[in-house]
């Protein structure tokens, strides 16, 4: 390959028009340019295998599912069973069997601007998927635990086509019309749970985010509802906001 300049190489390389032999040719060239070159992109390819990895190892609870025939499988994941403040949300989701996004992990994982990012990749890509929203009156009314299972079941519900088999993240769930199993950490486990979590930390940080308009001084915004040291004094100072979950007894005891 004809010797070219650092910066047209550059371009090259970002554009993805160099083979594999004009790659291994560059390995050769002495310059210091050209070996950081390749030696980022060494680095890069290096991290697609692994993300590559990572998505196969994450698809193994569905395949199992279409090798039995099952062809919805059903992930299900909720965001805020913790948070002082604020609704529990839930999501279900469908996904095509060729559905491929690297990097879809648990949401927690992943930081907001690719939770965005992958949240409206999963709108239009799946094949179904439901949202419910019980908020704090609710919970404060039939509990936590049971206020999840009820966001669980309501978006399972919202699908269509309703699942042949569902995978949850932890919970166990009864009434389901089809087969269906909890796993524990499911949402690092199962690309459809995975995807059911960025469904629904995604929408319940949104409503977070419109409630910190309403009572900036709980610093929604930023806490997402959780007891963090601010929001813990911005309940002393003021007491609790409407959307307090008042049975959480640090809500509790300044009422």
């Known amino acids: 390959m004809e010797k070219q300049s650092i910066s047209h190489l550059q371009h090259l390389f970002k554009s993805g028009m160099l083979t594999e032999k004009e790659i291994d040719l560059l390995r050769n060239d002495k310059r210091k340019g050209a070996q950081l070159l390749v030696k980022r992109f060494e680095k890069e390819k290096q991290k697609e295998e692994e993300l590559e990895r990572a998505f196969e190892e ?33 999501a279900a989701v469908i996904l095509p069997s060729d559905f491929k996004l690297l990097g879809l992990n648990d949401s927690k994982q992943i930081n907001e601007t690719d939770r965005e990012k992958f949240y409206d990749i999963v709108l239009s890509e799946a094949t179904s998927y439901g949202i419910s929203i019980i908020n704090n009156d609710q919970i404060d009314t039939i509990n936590i635990f049971e206020a999840t299972k009820l966001a669980m079941t309501e978006a399972i519900n919202k699908l269509d086509p309703y699942p042949d088999h569902i995978l949850i993240d932890a919970v166990e769930l009864k009434g ?59 309940l002393q100072k003021y007491g609790p906001s409407p959307y307090h979950r008042k049975t959480f007894a640090p809500v509790r005891e300044v009422m």
Not at 73 to 81: H, L, M, N
Not at 197 to 213: E, F, G, P, Q
Not at 216 to 234: I, Q, V, W
């Open 176 to 234: 389901l019309s089809c087969t269906h199993e909890a796993i524990i950490k499911g949402d690092a486990k199962s690309i459809s749970i995975a995807a059911a979590s960025i469904l629904a930390k995604v929408t319940r940080d949104r409503l977070m985010k419109d409630m910190h308009l309403e009572y900036p001084m709980y610093d929604f915004a930023a806490n997402m509802g959780y007891g963090t040291k601010k929001h813990l004094e911005s």
């Open 58 to 90: 994450m698809c193994l609870y569905e395949r199992k599912q279409y090798v039995m025939n099952n062809h919805y499988i059903a992930g299900v994941d909720e965001a805020g069973r913790g948070p002082l403040a604020g609704p529990v949300v839930a």
